[in-house]
């Protein structure tokens, strides 16, 4: 069975950084792109950043290019997100997701997600 599992949420101030982790589980994630999503209480939900197999192209949002960082370890099966400069409008649930990078847009398997709150 494919599963998708975040982790690294938490608590932080604003224009601290935190790091999530994507780790699959089932299926190798080298030949997936795989991105990052978030949902706002009462917003939609929206992309953050998706990351390519094989050549690695990556494509962030441009709430937050320059800020956030998305790589990935094949070997360790892991993708992460490397957020820094949080600000309060990053508070989310942080989804991982199989994705199209130049859409920025999920697809068909999802992790549950992990939530991220940016506060003084």
């Known amino acids: 069975q494919w599963r998708l599992v975040e982790s690294g949420g938490g608590l932080v101030e604003p224009g601290g950084s935190l790091r999530l982790s994507c780790t699959a589980s089932g299926f190798t994630l080298q030949y997936h792109s795989i991105g990052w999503f978030r949902q706002a209480p009462g917003k939609e939900r929206e992309g953050v950043s998706c990351i390519s197999t094989k050549t690695g192209t990556t494509n962030y949002a441009a709430s937050v290019k320059g800020r956030f960082t998305i790589s990935r370890d094949d070997a360790k099966n892991t993708v992460y997100l490397q957020m820094n400069s949080l600000k309060a409008e990053d508070t989310a649930v942080y989804y991982c997701?199989?994705?199209?990078?130049?859409?920025?847009?999920?697809?068909?398997?999802w992790g549950e997600g992990t939530l991220v709150t940016v506060s003084s």
């Open positions: 997701a199989t994705c199209i990078v130049l859409r920025l847009q999920g697809m068909n398997y």
